[in-house]
């Protein structure tokens, strides 16, 4: 029985396939492809969510991962972002929406060029399907916020550390 469902998983699997890379980026996602080393973007996105006055909750590097079992891979990073005050208004919208918190920024790092790109949803996305007017609202003004946050540290003037 144990081996069917596997085959079955295996099945499902090979039928769905990974995302296309012409699927990416998903719909309601922002994607800037830049001319930074993968090291100064990171710098350079946490130096803006600090200038921008959120906090970054966790960060989770697939590179890290891998290095420290011995796999040497291309850079890969989670920063995941959010603040106190817009969780309390989250969670008087939408207990459920907690869940989606905190958002994420996505770099990755090409590794023909070194070259970075920043991703990240839309807030405005991740908090639509709990339909709340004031959830709504407040993924709005985080819109503005990230657009703001990934502006800065894609500029080709930003300071690095």
């Known amino acids: 029985m144990f081996r069917s469902t596997l085959l079955a998983l295996a099945a499902c699997f090979a039928l769905t396939g990974p995302v296309a890379a012409a699927d990416w980026p998903q719909s309601g996602m922002r994607e800037h492809a830049t001319e930074l080393p993968f090291r100064t973007l990171w710098d350079r996105l946490e130096a803006a969510i600090e200038a921008n006055g959120m906090g ?14 011995g796999i040497e891979i291309p850079g890969n990073a989670v920063v995941m972002v ?4 817009y969780a309390v208004r989250m969670l008087k919208a939408s207990v459920p929406a907690g869940i989606e918190a905190p958002l994420r920024f996505y770099l990755t790092e090409d590794p023909a060029s070194g070259r970075a790109t920043l991703t990240y949803r839309l807030p405005s996305q991740v908090f639509a399907p709990y339909g709340s007017t004031d959830l709504d609202i407040m993924a709005k003004e985080l819109d503005g916020v990230f657009e703001t946050i990934a502006a800065q540290a894609i500029a080709p003037n930003a300071a690095t550390e």
């Open 56 to 69: 970054i909750v966790a960060r989770a590097s697939a590179t890290a991962g891998a290095k420290a079992l």
């Open 82 to 85: 959010f603040r106190a005050d």
